[in-house]
């Protein structure tokens, strides 16, 4: 079945510093691939997405770029701030033909950002 | 309009007893899905509706767990008989359907259960 493994946390950065979140996904089709962001007391919000190999997501300084050929889709980001702090989720959806666009979530990477 | 809404935000019961959680739905999203996710986890899918009916209930752990959304908006989870190993933080989300996937899910603030 469908899977996203991604590194584990916390990573704490101090402010300024380049981040760079690790996800790799399993799928038995071509998914769309998503960053989801959880602030401390905040519900889940989507991040950036793309839905084709080599497509690049953005948002906010964040990018992350579809690899079919490496199955990954990591987050990047140049220069961090304490802002940025929160759980960071990867996850995928397969298109299933008459069916709902599930996610499949990774388990999460904490971002811890000082100054 | 407003964003996903769901009751209660917290929810404490006793072991063995019933419990209903409530999804209220972005107004005009034909989707909604139930995830669980448990500490240190991330969400795990439950159950989708695509209108009124459960397209796919995969995700569903065993026949404690139903989920109905009987007018195609609001939606609620019921759990019979609950154990110690369902607490968690129960999420929704809806969406309205993109061709060739890659839609969005806008997720509610969860509601977290605690199993006594």
């Known amino acids: 079945g469908d899977s996203v493994t991604q590194m584990e946390g916390p990573v704490t950065l101090s402010e300024e510093a380049f981040l760079t979140i690790n996800c790799t996904y399993t799928a038995t089709g071509y998914p769309s691939l998503f960053w989801y962001v959880q602030y401390p007391g905040e519900g889940l919000q989507l991040l950036l997405k793309a839905t084709k190999a080599d497509d690049k997501g953005s948002n906010k300084g964040f990018e992350a770029t579809y690899r079919k050929e490496t199955t990954s889709f990591h987050l990047e980001k140049g220069s961090v701030q304490v802002s940025d702090s929160a759980v960071y989720f990867c996850?995928?959806?397969?298109?299933?033909?008459?069916?709902?666009?599930?996610?499949?979530f990774g388990t999460g990477t904490q971002l811890k950002v000082e100054l | 309009g407003a964003g996903v809404s769901q009751t209660p935000s917290n929810k404490v019961t006793e072991k063995g007893k019933y419990v209903e959680l409530r999804c209220d739905p972005i107004?005009?999203?034909?989707?909604l899905y139930w995830y669980r996710q448990s500490l240190g986890q991330g969400p795990e899918f439950l159950i989708y509706?695509?209108?009124?009916?459960?397209?796919?209930d995969s995700g569903l752990p065993n026949d404690r767990f139903f989920a109905v959304r009987p007018e195609g908006s609001v939606s609620t989870l019921k759990i019979q008989r609950t154990e110690r190993g369902d607490s968690a933080v129960y999420l929704c989300?809806?969406?309205?359907?993109?061709?060739?996937?890659?839609?969005?899910?806008?997720f509610g603030a969860g509601t977290r259960l605690s199993v006594l």
């Open positions: 996850a995928l959806s397969d298109h299933v033909t008459g069916g709902g666009n599930k996610l499949t």
């Open positions: 989300a809806s969406s309205s359907p993109v061709a060739g996937g890659g839609n969005i899910q806008y």
């Open positions: 509706f695509q209108g009124t009916g459960a397209a796919d």
């Open positions: 107004s005009g999203h034909t989707a």
